[in-house]
């Protein structure tokens, strides 16, 4: 095979390399994202500075175009194609949004994203069917070498948020960006209660899933009081270890995973209750034979606990269930963090990373918005790698005609993004 030749040469053309990209930022266009965001942030300090949408549509854009740093908005910027189909004169200079990031960390900007994230989580609710939702929550690690990141309990120095997702959608309802000291346990309750408040009136989470962090009374008694039922990672304590070892043989169950495989391990369930829990609780537990018993500690077993208040239902059911948290939770996280490059920040203090996080959860929120209002269910379960490849970065080519402006696309990708425009078009204005 002989090596190809061709040459090259520059164009005055308007061209861009992301078509489908342009109609993402049109669907953020119609539904208002610039409207509602310059409602909610702080406004520019004098007539001559950039409002807040100038600064967050960019790098949403950004995010869902694959950027890493803020360096990286130079791509939006170059792409002049893009820009011209979105009516974008200026876009602000990586150090620009780098100084705008630390204002709006030390001030309101914080809280008017959250805002911004609220509106965004009732578009993605309106077409789901449940009023009783399920909250799974659940804190990730981010190594950041920064001056004032702290080292975390798995021994890196960063960061360590929370992030609470919405089981039915994906939807990330809430997230708290934490400094990496912070353990995943601190301030759990409340976090729940702000995800509750990020609900829209007509919602409301029946049902939280969440780790072993927040096993504590007090999120117990709250899910009883709201009478939401749960299921909580539990904690080995000797007088538990005790009650399950003083379970009778006759009480345990080969264990069938939700994937209907057969293991090695047995599950059983206990009446247990904490210090401070008002209603005794049933302790799911799966042990399994471990290779080199610990005499000293758990015997010859290895045990995995499971909390929970949903008593009439088989104890297998609530483990599947609860199980279910690595693909609704944990996987979701790794979408935020591998496919929206949440897992780099780019600013010298935590404030400005917060928001820089916060609308990077906000780009997260559209695509999933994105994916249920155009995309269509084909879509529902594909990633943002996915999308870039098939959608966002095909080739265009901008005309003027008598009247408007032409975007014109090779034949074999015509056909997906007359849909995808059509579809966006037909969007009723949700503001």
């Known amino acids: 095979m002989t090596d190809p030749s061709f040459s090259l040469r520059p164009s005055k053309e308007t061209l861009t390399a992301q078509s489908g990209l342009a109609l993402f930022g049109k ?9 509602t965001v310059r409602e909610q942030l702080p406004p520019p300090g004098s007539n001559r500075g950039y409002h807040p949408d100038a600064y967050v549509l960019p790098l949403v854009m950004m995010l869902h175009a694959g950027g890493r740093y803020l360096e990286d908005i130079r791509a939006i910027c170059k792409d002049k194609g893009l820009c011209r189909l979105l009516k974008i004169k200026t876009i602000p200079e990586a150090g620009s949004i780098g100084d705008w990031l630390r204002r709006m960390g030390e001030n309101e900007g914080i809280d008017g994203l959250a805002n911004v994230n609220k509106w ?11 009023k009783k939702l399920t909250l799974d929550i659940d804190a990730t690690g981010i190594v950041a070498h920064k001056f ?16 609470g997702h919405i089981a039915e959608n994906g939807a990330v309802v809430a997230e708290e960006f934490r400094a990496g000291n912070v353990s995943p346990a601190t301030d759990n309750l409340a976090f729940i209660k702000s995800c509750v408040s990020q609900l829209p009136e007509e919602k409301c989470f029946a049902s939280l899933r969440a780790d072993a962090a927040s096993y504590q009374s007090a999120i117990i008694k709250y899910c009883e009081d709201q009478n939401m039922t749960y299921a909580i990672g539990g904690k080995m304590s000797k007088a538990l ?4 070892q003083r379970a009778g043989n006759t009480s345990w169950k080969p264990y069938v995973d939700r994937h209907g495989v057969k293991t090695d391990s047995q599950i059983t369930t206990v009446s247990w209750s904490m210090e401070q829990s ?18 000293f500690e758990t015997g010859r077993y290895k045990y995995h606990i499971v909390a929970t208040n949903r008593l009439e239902e088989d104890s297998t059911a609530v483990l599947h269930w609860y199980s279910e948290r690595g693909e609704h939770s944990e996987n979701r996280i790794k979408e935020l963090k591998n496919g929206f490059s949440l897992d780099y920040m780019p600013c010298g203090t935590q404030g400005a990373n917060a928001v820089f996080f916060r609308i990077g959860v906000l780009a997260y929120n559209l695509f999933i918005l994105f994916k249920r209002e155009v995309l269509g269910k084909r879509w529902l379960r594909s990633q943002i790698q996915t999308v870039r490849l098939h959608v966002y970065n095909l080739p265009g080519k901008i005309v003027r005609t008598a009247r408007m ?3 014109r696309i090779p034949e074999s990708f015509f056909l997906i993004l007359k849909q995808i425009k059509e579809r966006i078009e037909a969007i009723p204005a949700f503001t």
């Open 27 to 35: 669907f953020c266009q119609r539904i208002g994202l610039s409207k």
């Open 405 to 407: 402006l032409c975007l």
């Open 241 to 244: 270890l005790e009650t399950i």
């Open 278 to 295: 008002t209603k005794p609780f049933s302790m799911i537990v799966l042990r399994t034979v471990l290779e080199k018993p610990d005499l």
């Open 120 to 130: 965004v989580i009732a578009q993605t609710l309106h077409s789901v069917d449940h």
């Open 148 to 163: 004032e990141a702290q080292y975390t309990y798995k021994k890196f120095k960063g960061y360590m948020p929370i992030v």
